[in-house]
């Protein structure tokens, strides 16, 4: 009888955690659409894995399409998108901007680095000067952080 309660409950159990360096958090599932070509987006979700994100890498054609349905402007658009937990986010943002729009949970639609900067996660190359990162919120974009 013992086991047949097992079998019911375990189901409905969250069993996949990811390690950071602040402790233990539920899972978070990313979606990763790129431009089939784009190598600099797989070194991208790489980036994210290592930074224990379950990540799903999915081609598509028409990355602008997608980034208008979901409310990202044109000029905040980058080589990727990425949707995870409720947000959206454009571009090769770095990770300690991703882990602050998870703990702080601003009611925007996403955050975006535009473009292809060197020197950002997936991209390599130097860095040549601060990132600003934007966030879309109701009233338009804003700058959400400068790394």
């Not at 009611?107 to 190359?125: A, H, N, Q």
Request: glycine share 10%; hydrophobic share 40%; aromatic share 8%.
């Amino acid at each position: 009888m013992l086991w047949l309660l097992a079998a019911v409950i375990l189901p409905a159990v969250p069993i996949a955690f990811w390690k950071t360096g602040r402790g233990n958090a539920a899972a978070i599932r990313a979606t990763l659409y790129k431009d089939p070509q784009c190598s600099c987006c797989e070194r991208y979700a790489s980036y994210l894995r290592e930074h224990d994100f379950d990540v799903r890498v999915l081609p598509i054609n028409d990355l602008a399409s997608l980034n208008r349905q979901h409310g990202m402007p044109e000029a905040l658009d980058g080589c990727h998108t990425t949707l995870m937990a409720g947000y959206v986010v454009v571009g090769h943002v770095p990770i300690e901007v991703i882990q602050r729009l998870m703990t702080e949970k601003p009611d925007v639609i996403g955050i975006s680095l535009p473009g292809m900067p060197s020197g950002t996660p997936g991209m390599g190359g130097p860095k040549e000067g601060p990132f600003t990162i934007y966030g879309i919120g109701k009233k338009g974009q804003f700058v959400f952080a400068t790394v």
